[in-house]
């Protein structure tokens, strides 16, 4: 099968990203949203994006141009399903929302879409049966600014046909993204069953009170030669969601020391509006963290 009409259903950070990446390559994109004001926003948003590809991937004027002229928008999810080969689901990390969103879709999607998820932690096996298409349904998830993180993990549950999954993956890499297949499912694929345990290590090292942030961070970066530390990491995914899952982690296992960390980053961090890059101030003060600095390393 081959893409040719993409609809990316939500216009969040990544929606609007995936889109813009999309649109990009020289795909036609249809953007839905549940309202025109989020539509209008999305916009901004992609003149924002147009900046950044100009900077980062010293792309032309000529080539943001065409790019967002490639880019149709809908708050009608029949219309913006019509005729469309692939559906990149980009709602709210709610299981009852996605759901409720899949069983729309399938009401309205034509018999050919293949549906993909964008979901970080969610299981496509968890919303298999709400699609109407089992077979045609799988994650395809994204790294934050997937125009330089450009990672695509691929993953689907044990009812996805192999030729979807091989159609997906050959998108991915069609779209600039570095395809990354997995053969079964994991929460949190392979980048976060790799950072998760890394962030939380740091925070854990930091609520005992064993060492300061930036000591944590220099010790990762000069032991590893990694460009950042597990805060500056944190600052970057911002501190709400690494607050949300290790809340839910810590209900789950009524574990002490988990709700230490709660506790710590509620305080310090979510009640007093520190939540990262996004509002200048985190573990680091932005646009100038002393993890940057050429000193800070010694």
Same mark, same amino acid.
């Given at each position: ?13 990544? !929606? ?192 005992? !009170? ?18 950042? !530390? ?51 101030? !985190? ?16």
């Amino acid at each position: 099968m081959k893409i040719q009409l993409v609809t990316v259903a939500g216009s969040g950070v990544l !929606g609007t990203q995936i889109a813009f990446q999309t649109a990009f390559h020289g795909y036609m994109v249809n953007v839905y949203d549940i309202s025109d004001a989020l539509l209008e926003k999305a916009k901004t948003t992609f003149s924002k994006l147009g900046e950044a590809y100009q900077q980062d991937l010293k792309a032309t004027p000529e080539q943001i141009e065409k790019t967002l002229q490639n880019i149709h928008y809908f708050s009608d999810l029949a219309e913006a399903v019509h005729n469309t080969d692939l559906l990149i689901e980009a709602v709210p990390e709610n299981p009852s929302i996605k759901i409720d969103f899949y069983q729309k879709l399938a009401a309205v999607a034509p018999q050919k879409t293949i549906f993909a998820s964008n979901s970080s932690t969610l299981l496509p096996s968890q919303f298999a049966a709400a699609t109407g298409r089992p077979k045609q349904f799988l994650a395809l998830h994204f790294a934050n600014e997937i125009w330089k993180h450009n990672t695509a993990e691929i993953m689907g549950h044990s009812g996805t046909d192999a030729k979807v999954f091989d159609t997906v993956v050959a998108f991915a890499k069609s779209i600039g993204m570095v395809a990354l297949p997995l053969h079964k499912e994991q929460p949190g694929y392979i980048v976060n069953s790799l950072l998760v345990p890394l962030l939380g290590a740091g925070l854990g090292l930091l609520v005992k !009170g064993v060492a300061d942030v930036e000591t944590i961070d220099k010790t990762w970066m000069v032991a590893t030669g990694a460009p950042v !530390g597990p805060f500056g990491i944190l600052d970057v995914v911002g501190i709400t969601t690494a607050y949300n899952i290790n809340k839910i982690t810590a209900e789950k296992t009524k574990n002490g020391n988990e709700q230490k960390v709660v506790d710590y980053l509620k305080t310090h961090f979510i009640d007093t509006g520190k939540l990262g890059v996004a509002t200048g101030e !985190g573990f680091y003060k932005y646009p100038n963290p002393a993890y940057l600095d050429p000193d800070f390393l010694k």
